[in-house]
């Protein structure tokens, strides 16, 4: 959703922000407009729901604490940061108490709110059908995802699903709120949405016609089935990852490359994404660090300079990452494209001599040393916290691997090792569909689990993998993890979730913390 093709609504932020005033206050902002004068037509509709949009890129959420937050915690990276909150955070010991806490927590709760608002206005106003159809199906999208990542990292949310009203509408409880609960709402929001979202927006007609990076019926096919599929339901997930497959929208690109690029011609052109949070190379003066979502701010991923050797450094890639990634060659014998994609080495005899744009050696690292690359600068050198990388939210090739996994479990391994070799493929790796065919369903899983790693290293897949699949749970599965990432030694079982800010928790009587807590 480059900003040439769709324009981000900024000047409706106004109406979206998550706290509230008691309703004994009555102060009027001269300078922010009323729902009541706000809504009155199609072109604030789109901007409402543009605002939403908006959400994905701030602080809070994918420009840098989501992705944080699930690499973090995964095997594939070991934390060096000098900020307590990130060590904490990659070695379960982050407490209540810590102020960083608020930041996912709040993004996230601004885009429920921006949705709510959208969902309940958008509706009242004289437009047209389709447009408004659209408009709605992306609310719902985008409220379902919030959702989606709130309950998956704080188990025990509040479920808002309209604006405050007055009372104690301002403090909403999330007692007694199971992530079945919210898990039953995403299910909701995500059906409605694929009703009326269009599998693509070139044959639209209206204002968002032909633009890049809104919600489509696969984006809301392919999260409803990754949320049936965190259910262990493997044969509802497979059907709807069945339905985003042959709806022949998406395929895997020739060059894994061009999915982690700058290039906006490349990136909105490939056909592997299905939905993603659009970063540009923004160089505003404000970093906009606490994700305050009324200035004006680098709309950057901040993920790049936390990522990269070249800048803050906080994360590495383990040894464990660094070996799976080199395990296979291609039919050429070289080093898998994705690799080089995702960690940065010393690899002269492939034509890899340089990082950030300077000889290896002059950086003053040895041949042994090794870094992250992706969504990092490392190919370039170019100015990090100006990063106009796309995050992958939702890609194809994982809907690939989640239907693998739903055939495997539901008795079709055989079918399930023709996806995963259709990923492969596009590596360049050596067909082993047939042996993989005629593997045992826990052998079969145990490749699946390899695959996913080389495809998804560093895209916030990981952490939920491990989790989705009870490797916490087996004294076994845990030893193994903690001899990939020290990190592992202490964890604990209440730290499968992020605990409630404590200060959320002064503020809302009605708000109880959770195990972490």
Known sequence: MKLKHFKIGLMVCFLF??????????????????????????????????????????????????????????DELSCRSPWVFLTGLSNFTVPGTDAALEIFWAGHYIMVSRANQALENIPNIEMDEGLRNRLLGQAYFLRALAYFNLTNVHENVPLILETPKGGDSYYPSNEGVTRDMVYSQVKSDLETAIGLLPLNYSSVEGPDQGQFGRATQGAAQSLLGKVFLFEGNYSEAGRYFEAVINSNEYALGDNYFDLFTQDPGLENSNPGKIFWADFTTSTAAEFNWGGDPNVNWRQFLAITPTYSQGDFYDFYPTEFLYNEMREELTVDGTLDPRYHATILSYEPDEGYTTAYGVDWFERGYTETDFFIKKYTNAATGSDAFASGFDYHIIR???????????????????????????????????????????????????????????????????????????????????????????EFNTFAANRKVMPIAQTELDRNPNLVGNSAN
């Not at 901007?47 to 995964?74: F, H, K």
């Open 396 to 486: 194809y090739a994982d809907v690939l691997l989640m239907y693998a996994e739903c055939l495997a479990n539901t008795g079709d391994v055989p079918g399930a090792a023709g996806y995963v070799q259709q990923v492969r493929n596009r590596a360049n790796l050596p067909d082993r569909e047939a042996e993989f065919a005629a593997l045992s369903l826990d052998d079969f899983m145990d490749q699946l689990e390899h695959e996913r790693i080389m495809e998804l290293a560093i895209e916030g897949h990981r952490w939920w993998d491990i989790l989705r699949w009870g490797k916490l749970d087996d004294a076994a599965e845990l030893a193994e993890l903690q001899s990939h990432d020290f």
């Open 17 to 74: 922000g998550i706290n509230a005033c008691h309703d004994e206050l009555d102060i009027v902002d001269p300078n922010r407009l009323s729902n009541e004068s706000f809504y009155e037509n199609a072109d604030q509709a789109v901007a409402a729901v543009d605002a939403i949009y908006n959400a994905l890129i701030i602080d809070g959420m994918y420009q840098r604490m989501t992705p944080v937050y699930n690499d973090g915690r995964s």
